[in-house]
Structures are given as structure tokens and as C-alpha cells.
């Protein structure tokens, strides 16, 4: 059975600093990465995903993420937040073989300050 | 941009009711899928859907929850008999792969009284 876990419930940060949100895993199988968004009021997005290749994976409004497997991590950055970047991100796993089952972190909420 | 739609946005329902959570797919996708989120815990797998059948599901997912397809656009989440537990945020999605979920629903938040 696959784990996630997100150990910063909360991350504030000043506008234009660079971010960081960590995720670790824990898998006996190959898996697949991912991160999601959820602005408030609204679904989840995805934001990246890792499947094979790269370990650094690119994702849309300028975030990137990467895999590193001896440390069983897929941590979150973004070199510069804007406001409209505040939500809460979830880092998620699924085993290669059982795609459709994802098992989600409990979130880490970004909150950016001007 | 394409986007998987659930109705309704906020449903109250009282124990022991039947409640129907629909959901539009995204139209050329073929995997379909339900989570749910209790509200200040995680996101948790349901139930996912391929060719008109189960492909698989989780624990939670017992003999009251049911799912279908009944045309070729909607995919329906069903609670046979509503207990307080089921309130929770549900959210639907879709795949065209099946190797990753890439597009959930806004969510339909269920409160059962």
C-alpha cells in the first residue's frame, strides 16, 4: 500500500519569494506522482504529474517538481509566488499497476502575503 | 478549456434518503471516476469506471453506493440510504489514459441531516 505525506500543513510566504512544498512517499512498488491545486471554491486541478522520464517535472503557472527516488520525495517549487498562487496543494501516488486509485497528502495550504 | 461538471454544488439530504450526485465527464474520455473528501480529511478513492463497468473500488465503497452511466454523457454517483458519515465534498472526474486523473469536478457537497 502506498503513503503520502505532506509535512507542512501551512506555508506563508511574501509575494515573489520562492517556495517549496514538500512531499514524501512511501511505496513498495513503482508509482506515479502527482500534485493537484484547489483554488477556494473550486475542484481539484492537477498541476504536474510524474509517469516515467525526467525527474524534474514541469507544471503549469511556472511550478515544477522533482522525483527522487533514493529519498522517496517529490517536493513542490515555484522560484517566485504570486497572490493568485494562495490555495492548497496536495501531492498524491498511485501504484503504476492500479492507476485510477490515487492516494492523496492532507494538503499543504499556501497562503502568499504582499 | 474542457471541464468535468457535477450537479448540483450543494445538496442537504436527511438520513436514510436516497441521493443521486450527477456528474458530465469530459467527452471524449473513457475512465471515470468518484472521490470524496470529509470535510479537514484527506481526499479518498471511491470508485473508478471503464467499458461500462466497475474497474475498481475502495473499502468505503459498499452495497449502499452504486455508479452508472445511463446515457452517454452522465455519470451518476447513487446513495441508497444516506447516513450522517456520507456528508462529505464529492468530486467526480475523468481520463482519457487511465494512466493518471487529470481533471476533477468543482464538487458537490452532500450534508446529510
Known amino acids: 500500500a502506498q503513503s503520502v505525506t505532506q509535512l507542512d500543513s501551512q506555508v506563508p510566504v511574501f509575494e515573489e519569494a520562492p517556495v517549496e512544498l514538500r512531499c514524501n512517499y512511501s511505496s513498495s512498488v513503482s508509482v506515479y506522482l502527482f500534485w493537484y491545486v484547489q483554488y477556494p471554491n473550486q475542484g481539484l486541478q492537477l498541476l504536474l504529474k510524474y509517469l516515467s522520464g525526467s525527474t524534474l517535472v514541469k507544471g503549469i503557472n511556472g511550478f515544477e517538481a522533482e522525483f527522487n527516488k533514493s529519498q522517496t520525495s517529490f517536493h513542490l517549487r515555484k522560484p517566485s509566488v504570486h497572490i493568485s498562487d494562495t490555495a492548497e496543494y496536495f501531492c498524491a501516488v498511485s501504484d503504476q499497476s492500479s492507476a485510477s486509485k490515487i492516494i492523496f497528502g492532507s494538503g499543504t495550504r499556501l497562503s502568499i502575503r504582499p | 478549456e474542457p471541464e468535468v461538471t457535477q450537479t448540483p454544488s450543494h445538496q442537504v439530504t436527511q438520513m436514510g434518503q436516497e441521493v443521486i450526485l450527477r456528474c458530465v465527464p469530459i467527452?471524449?474520455?473513457?475512465?471515470f471516476y468518484w472521490y470524496r473528501q470529509i470535510l479537514g480529511q484527506k481526499v479518498e478513492f471511491l470508485v473508478s469506471f471503464y467499458n461500462n463497468e466497475i474497474s475498481e473500488k475502495s473499502e468505503i465503497f459498499d452495497d449502499q453506493f452504486s455508479v452508472e452511466r445511463p446515457d452517454g454523457s452522465n455519470f451518476t454517483l447513487k446513495i441508497r440510504s444516506t447516513k450522517l458519515e456520507d456528508s462529505a465534498m464529492y468530486f467526480c472526474?475523468?481520463?482519457?489514459?487511465?494512466?493518471?486523473?487529470?481533471?476533477f469536478g468543482s464538487g458537490t457537497r452532500l450534508t446529510v441531516v
Open positions: 467527452s471524449n474520455h473513457l475512465y
Open positions: 472526474a475523468s481520463s482519457a489514459t487511465g494512466h493518471s486523473v487529470d481533471t
